[in-house]
């Protein structure tokens, strides 16, 4: 069963409003949890596959490419989702999501055989842990996770609740400027996409600067936008923003991606994956306690703080591996 084949039943499931009401909220909750464990397998495949199509030196442009259509995709979902749904009608929605599900699967059918792959066996412990002992013996992949661990502790002060929180508290605006700084936000990532897509020759040779460049640009204009009260330059930082996340996350991804035998890429990004989910779902716990008892303000601070460690540690990858145009495979044995 597939995201498709949930997202019909709970369709279904608005056509039968006699059924127990508890019975029909437990089922609802339950489809969107399996959605979102399938919705899980989606970035670890797309990432492993992009190395197989995409040659080397051209990684960064097609990571970039990718990354852009993403936020531009979200930018839409964002700001054009709540008002469709209120013209059209919930229903009409969810027929409308069903049938972009439905393209997307028989898009994957485009996708050459050659590229597609196939399991052999079953998976045991051993491949399990393949995934984690690539990431954690090798010393500048330990190194860049721990970075996005840091980044996804700092990635807290982003959910809507923390936001809005600001935008009333600090800069003393309604709702809208909610929408206003997420729809800046998302703008700012998208002209950074482009912005890398025409610079992803120089970013592919200098992988390890762009990391470090992206994280402390974050981390200053974070601070910044901590301690500003006008909603014009909330609005410019947050802009601003985009670009030097797009040039991190674009570039950590690609390091990955030149780094790892092709064949271990979906263990690794699946570890990846579990980390950064549940490292995500404690910021959310501690940033929104840290704004409840000391304040939204210190959130941001805090979260400056630790872009700028995560841009310090990336300073202590051995750089001198990527001085040449195309980044050689870092070998990693492991057993199974």
């Known amino acids: 069963m597939d995201n498709r084949n949930l997202l019909f039943i709970l369709i279904l499931l608005f056509y039968f409003k006699d059924i127990n009401h508890f019975l029909i909220n437990l089922i609802i909750y339950l489809i969107i949890f399996f959605i979102g464990f399938l919705d899980g397998w989606t970035n670890p495949a797309r990432n492993s596959l992009t190395p197989k199509i995409v040659q080397k030196e051209k990684l960064a ?10 936020q531009s995709l979200a930018l839409l979902g964002w700001s054009l989702g709540g008002v469709a749904a209120i013209h059209f009608g919930d229903i009409n929605i969810l027929y409308f999501a069903l049938s972009l599900y439905i393209l997307s699967a028989l898009s994957t059918l485009l996708i050459s ?16 842990k393949i995934g984690w002992s690539i990431l954690f013996k090798n010393a500048n992949l330990r190194l860049i996770t721990i970075m996005g661990i840091i980044e996804g502790i700092a990635g807290g002060i982003w959910i809507g609740g923390i936001t809005l929180v600001f935008v009333k508290e600090i800069l003393k605006q309604n709702e809208t400027w909610w929408g206003y700084i997420n729809a800046s936000y998302y703008l700012g990532s998208i002209i950074g996409g482009i912005f890398i897509v025409l610079i992803s020759k120089w970013m592919q040779r200098n992988l390890v600067y762009s990391i470090i460049l992206g994280s402390f640009g974050v981390s200053v204009f974070v601070l910044i936008y ?4 006008s909603p014009i330059v909330a609005l410019t930082l947050v802009f601003i923003m985009g670009p030097f996340n797009q040039l991190r996350d674009v570039s950590q991804n690609t390091y990955f991606q030149s780094s790892i035998e092709e064949s271990y890429l979906p263990k690794v990004y699946s570890t990846q994956s579990n ?9 959310v716990f501690l940033m929104g306690t840290i704004s409840d008892f ?6 941001y601070i805090l979260a400056s703080i630790l872009y700028f460690t995560s841009s310090f540690l990336a300073v202590s990858i051995n750089v001198k591996r990527y001085k040449d145009t195309e980044i050689k495979n870092i070998k990693i044995k492991t057993e199974g």
């Open 61 to 70: 442009k097609a990571n970039s490419l990718i990354s852009t259509t993403d």
């Open 113 to 128: 055989e050659k590229f597609r792959g196939a399991s052999k066996s079953r998976p045991n412990w051993n491949s399990i």
């Open 226 to 229: 901590a301690f500003t009260k």
């Open 275 to 283: 980390i950064y989910y549940i490292v995500f779902s404690i910021s």
């Open 294 to 299: 000391l304040g939204v303000k210190l959130v």
